[in-house]
């Protein structure tokens, strides 16, 4: 296996763990309590990009350096990640292409978003600190 392999499969793992774990502790029927989303950013291409993930919850914020900052980005959209303003719009026409996924729930309905940017800066123009990864 390829290190962004590995990479994958451990973040899929450690998330799939951290799910079970907290839902574990939640009531019959919620898989995880407040609003949530895993988020992956994956940079490059499919055939050798680079995956990174992580839970961000949101009651408290915690799961990325950004969490507090996201949180309060998501609620000011009712958890839409699309649908979070535009930032500084200035970015280099370079290509470098990030995809980005979110999947969970806010205000007990379910999110999914997914998307392909040309470059981070264009990524983080769009969707805020929602993606703001530690590297």
């Known amino acids: 296996m ?51 993930g992580t839970l961000l919850l949101c009651d408290p914020p915690q799961g990325h350096a950004r969490a507090a900052e996201a949180c309060t980005e998501l609620a000011g959209v009712g958890g839409d990640v699309g649908r979070i ?13 990030v995809r980005v996924t979110a999947r969970g729930e806010w205000d007990g309905r379910p999110v999914a978003y997914e998307h392909s940017f040309a470059n981070s800066c264009v990524m983080a123009a769009r969707t ?3 993606f703001a990864l530690s590297s």
Do not use: E, F
Request: hydrophobic residues 45%; positive net charge.
């Open 2 to 52: 390829t290190n962004t392999t590995l990479h994958t499969v451990r973040g899929v793992l450690l998330a799939t763990l951290a799910l079970l774990t907290l839902g574990a502790a939640a009531p019959a029927g919620a898989a995880l309590p407040g609003n949530w989303l895993y988020v992956t950013v994956t940079r490059g291409d499919a055939r050798s990009g680079d995956t990174r």
């Open 85 to 97: 303003p535009l930032k500084n719009g200035m970015c280099v026409q370079v290509y470098a292409p």
């Open 128 to 130: 805020g600190s929602v």
